[in-house]
């Protein structure tokens, strides 16, 4: 598993929250050495969990690494926030490849990760003009939806109409 093998020089010298429930990863309980905790330990937060939605749109936030599950994926879009996608299974190669190469608000991880990799990919995420380029865009996805779901809006219509569809076939059965 990916936590299990992270070394202290992946990640790059940025603060970061993460997220992990140390017995979802080969039912373990310390999954992380504790060298890696000792040299992130100014810069980091642990949790076993956290509101995804909230934390997401926290203005410090700057990029989310993400399994790429279509939930994370609209609630990263909805808040505005570019991801880093490391896919494993179902939809989540597909959202992954949407993310990085259709809509450009994020990279992709491949199968075999370098430590260097993860450091480019935050750096590309957090800093320099591609950065600049996928929070901009992940902005107006978020923009869209808003309007797409507030009242009058496509999805807000479509919600409507498939709201009295039930109630007809309620009423005429």
């Known amino acids: 598993m990916l936590a299990a093998s992270i070394s202290p020089s992946l ?3 940025q603060p970061f929250l993460w997220v992990i ?12 050495p504790a060298d ?17 939605m909230k934390v997401l749109s926290h203005p410090s ?6 399994h790429s599950g279509w939930n994370s994926t609209l609630e990263s879009i909805c808040a505005g ?23 450009k608000i994020g990279v992709a991880m491949n199968e075999v990760v370098k430590r260097e990799d993860v450091e480019d990919m935050v750096r590309r995420l957090m800093k320099g003009e591609e950065g600049q380029q996928m929070r901009k865009t992940v902005g107006e996805l978020r ?14 219509n479509n919600m409507e109409k498939f709201v009295q569809e039930i109630q007809r076939g309620l009423t005429n059965p």
């Open 11 to 13: 990640i790059p010298k």
């Open 21 to 32: 429930r140390p017995d979802l990863i080969d039912g373990q309980s310390d999954v992380l």
């Open 81 to 103: 926030v570019p991801m880093i996608s490391r896919p494993f299974l179902a939809e989540q190669p597909t959202n992954g490849r949407f993310v990085s190469e259709v809509w």
């Open 61 to 66: 936030v700057g990029g989310f690494l993400t």
């Open 36 to 52: 890696f905790l000792e040299k992130v330990k100014d810069r980091s937060f642990f949790v076993r969990w956290a509101p995804q």
């Open 143 to 156: 923009d869209a939806s808003m309007i797409a779901v507030g009242e009058g809006g496509s999805s807000y």
